[in-house]
């Protein structure tokens, strides 16, 4: 007998909310299947078994606070076959599905939905890294089987927008009825609290500014739209927008090394160096993971680490120590539709880079009006330590550099 424990916290981190266990007391599990989630202020931590055997007892219901390497289960290795009642629920596919075969990459919480669903992994294609099976590729693959099925069972060959239709359906069983005065309370997660509280303290704490700028993105549109095959052939990823605003970020951050700093009470704090925050959107709250050096990173490499931040995100993978740091943030809330925003800067950073919608707007260039695609940006400072003078030069050098890429590689 052996005892499940709640992983090592970080030093910031003294304790943690226990969720809901996925095992329950008397059940078979299977090695690395995920008993019970933790989630910190940060981050959401899985916590597997150790090896095959069987969940004994729980010792802390859901909803617990805990701390670092507290006892939450009793666990026995290898007992699968010892246990009548345990191996009875494993055999049984009402009570636990079949396992998922061990030659098929995917993530704990990917296996999860596999094993609960009785799919076959072998049809699903993983968008993660070296081919891992996400969360998000199976229920994508869910959706796309059942669109299929509703299709042939219309018998019109059709196609619905699965994640159109999914959004409907959710929307639809979310929205209240008509007259309905009910309401619903429910506690705020650690990660909300945490958010909520950072907030509050960038408001309260600091003197904050936002200074706006448009820039013409018409330049890296034509760029990414040349070399969007060759560069996803050469380097496995896709091109985007966020690496060359964190390229021309680095540039303006090098040429006003206040809006890299910090306060430190009566003191300054310069980075020699630059460690870009990139906002992720995540099912549990908003994350910042964090590029750093990126004075030495490739658009590849930017691309990448992104894509990997926002698929693990999804799935609640992002560590602590990924989520630590950072000298400067940027946020982009035009995927969302938004065309402008005033961001909030991330403390103890001095400034947030907001990025928004890319819409079609009539301007004006040498002399003839032309239809362009443009983009609000928008700077929020510390005016304690940036003077608007600074952040405006700063929004204007990345404005140049987006315009003009080929500035990215001479720096000037």
Request: include cysteine; charged fraction near 25%; charge should be negative.
């Amino acid at each position: 007998m052996i005892e499940i424990k709640v992983p090592i916290l970080p030093e910031s981190v003294s304790d943690a909310l226990l969720l809901d266990w996925h095992k329950q007391a008397g059940d078979a599990v299977m090695r690395d299947e995920v008993l019970v989630e933790v989630e910190t202020d940060k981050v959401v931590l899985e916590v597997p078994a150790p090896d095959d055997g069987v969940l004994v007892e729980i010792l802390e219901e859901a909803g617990a606070t805990v701390s670092a390497e507290q006892a939450l289960a009793k666990f026995a290795p290898g007992a699968v076959g010892d246990d009548s009642d345990a191996a009875d629920k494993a055999a049984s596919p009402a009570q636990t599905p079949a396992p998922v075969p061990r030659t098929v990459r995917l993530s704990p919480a990917a296996r999860r939905v596999v094993e609960e669903e009785g799919l076959d992994p072998e049809k699903i294609t993983g968008t993660g890294k070296d081919g891992l099976i996400t969360k998000q590729d199976v229920l994508e693959h869910v959706s796309a089987t059942t669109a299929e099925t509703a299709s042939e069972t219309r018998g019109d060959g059709a196609r619905p927008d699965t994640a159109l239709e999914a959004d409907s359906i959710q929307a639809s069983s979310e929205r209240p009825q008509a007259g309905n005065r009910e309401e619903v309370r429910e506690p705020m997660s650690r990660l909300r609290q945490t958010i909520a509280n950072r907030l509050l303290q960038s408001q309260q704490g600091a003197a904050l500014l936002t200074t706006f700028n448009e820039v013409d993105m018409k330049a890296v549109m034509d760029l990414r739209t040349r070399y969007r095959e060759s560069f996803e052939k050469a380097h496995g990823t896709r091109l985007g927008f966020m690496s060359f605003f964190v390229k021309a970020s680095v540039v303006a951050l090098r040429r006003f090394p206040l809006v890299n700093a910090y306060i430190d009470g009566t003191d300054i704090v310069r980075h020699l160096y630059q460690d870009v925050g990139i906002a992720v959107a995540s099912p549990r709250g908003l994350v910042v993971p964090v590029l750093r050096n990126c004075e030495s990173m490739t658009n590849a490499d930017i691309e990448k680490a992104i894509h990997d931040y926002g698929t693990r995100a999804r799935d609640g993978k992002i560590t602590m120590d990924e989520l630590t740091g950072g000298t400067f943030t940027i946020t982009n809330g035009g995927v969302f539709g938004s065309l402008l925003s005033t961001p909030i800067v991330n403390p103890p950073q001095s400034a947030i880079l907001g990025m928004h919608k890319i819409q079609e707007r009539p301007v004006v260039v040498e002399g003839q009006v032309e239809i362009r695609p443009m983009m609000y940006l928008a700077l929020s400072y510390d005016h304690r330590i940036i003077d608007g003078k600074e952040a405006v030069q700063f929004l204007v050098t990345i404005k140049d550099m987006i315009e003009d890429p080929a500035r990215l590689l001479l720096d000037c």
